[in-house]
């Protein structure tokens, strides 16, 4: 089983920058995506970025698009989430999430929150305006 653990949280006013970090181990050898999913009050949970591990292809939802950018370590050990000009809508809770094994949905689309069966516990992100 994988164990994900979030950081890099925190208070940000409009306009600025967070960056996630998410320290991936256990047997996460095959997991193939990694992705970030948000949940805020009342709201449905969004996957915001994905990322195809092996070759590092990377999808984003319309929302943070430009904005947003994934990344991992060259050892596959971190995953990472850089978040520029940020908005009030970006409050949430950001999950680290990992895929199936041997499953690569991610290199066509940043795929549903539910395809994600392993999830951090999670960071919280406020942006105040």
């Known amino acids: 089983q994988v164990q994900l653990v979030e950081s890099g949280g925190g208070s940000v006013q409009a306009g600025g920058s967070l960056r996630l970090s998410c320290v991936v181990s256990g047997n996460a050898r095959g997991t193939y995506c990694m992705a970030w999913v948000r949940q805020a009050a009342k709201k449905e949970r969004e996957t915001v970025a994905s990322i195809y591990t092996i070759s590092t292809t990377t999808h984003y939802a319309d929302s943070v698009k430009g904005r947003f950018h994934i990344s991992q370590d060259n050892a596959k050990t971190t995953l990472y989430l850089e978040m520029t000009d940020l908005e009030p809508e970006d409050t949430a809770v950001y999950h680290c999430?990992?895929?199936?094994?041997?499953?690569?949905?991610?290199?066509?689309?940043?795929?549903?929150?539910?395809?994600?069966?392993?999830w951090g516990q999670g960071t919280q992100v406020t942006v105040s305006s």
């Open positions: 999430a990992a895929g199936p094994l041997l499953n690569a949905f991610c290199l066509w689309r940043v795929g549903s929150p539910d395809e994600y069966p392993h």
